[in-house]
């Protein structure tokens, strides 16, 4: 079954760009992820979704600011112009055989 | 904008039987999957199941002999029952619209296990 590993932690500073990380369990690089967002004490807001070919199409309301892309097994989201309100948990996800499966998430903080 | 909002208890006690429904509005039932999926206080994710709007369903292996879900599209609703919870089923649930990728999730209601 896929497996999808994050990094528990990130941080970047206002106004810079970040870059984080989902990696695919090896044998599953051309799957398909989801991006999510969980600002505190708030449910996940969908974002994005990510093809292994870099292609991604984002939830309504999503800002230009965030964007993916892809390399190999690994799935990226890429942030710029980070706000304050960025800091968030951002979790990754993947199906497989009708199987939803989550990374365990990264905590961004914005410095 | 399609909107979700989980109800039900917010606290079960052990062995008995936690249910939950979802709402649905803003957007259509029919032609969707929904699906349920969990937070556990320490932050980790946990995909519980998904029902199509003609009732077929899929369970987590790990969760399927305890789970059913179960969805009325004339009220635009899908629920959740866990049988037999323990002190390990405390989490946030929340409900959710896809069966790949999750575009829509609720606000989520924390269910707690004690007596």
């Known amino acids: 079954q896929v497996v999808l590993t994050q990094s528990p932690s990130a941080s970047a500073s206002l106004g810079a760009s970040v870059k984080l990380t989902c990696t695919l369990s090896?044998?599953?690089?051309?799957?398909?992820i989801a991006w999510h967002q969980q600002q505190p004490e708030k449910g996940p807001h969908y974002l994005m979704k990510l093809n292994n070919d870099g292609s991604h199409n984002k939830g309504g309301g999503i800002p230009d600011r965030f964007s993916g892309s892809s390399s190999g097994a690994e799935r990226y989201l890429i942030i710029s112009s980070l706000q304050s309100e960025d800091e968030a948990d951002y979790y990754c996800?993947?199906?497989?055989?009708?199987?939803?499966?989550f990374g365990g998430g990264t905590k961004l903080t914005v410095l | 904008q399609v909107q979700l909002q989980e109800s039900g208890p917010g606290l079960v006690k052990p062995s008995e039987t936690l249910s939950l429904t979802c709402t649905v509005s803003?957007?259509?039932?029919?032609?969707?999957?929904w699906s349920w999926i969990r937070q556990y206080p320490g932050k980790g994710l946990e995909w519980i199941g998904y029902?199509?709007?003609?009732?077929?369903?899929n369970y987590n292996p790990s969760l399927k002999s305890r789970v059913t879900i179960s969805v009325d599209t004339s009220k635009k609703q899908f629920s959740l029952k866990l049988s037999s919870v323990t002190a390990a089923d405390t989490a946030v649930y929340y409900c959710?619209?896809?069966?790949?990728?999750?575009?829509?999730w609720g606000q989520g209601t924390l269910v707690a296990v004690s007596s």
């Open positions: 090896s044998g599953h690089s051309s799957y398909a």
């Open positions: 959710a619209r896809g069966v790949e990728e999750v575009n829509y």
């Open positions: 996800q993947t199906w497989d055989t009708g199987i939803q499966v």
């Open positions: 803003g957007g259509s039932i029919t032609s969707h999957y």
């Open positions: 029902i199509y709007y003609s009732g077929s369903t």
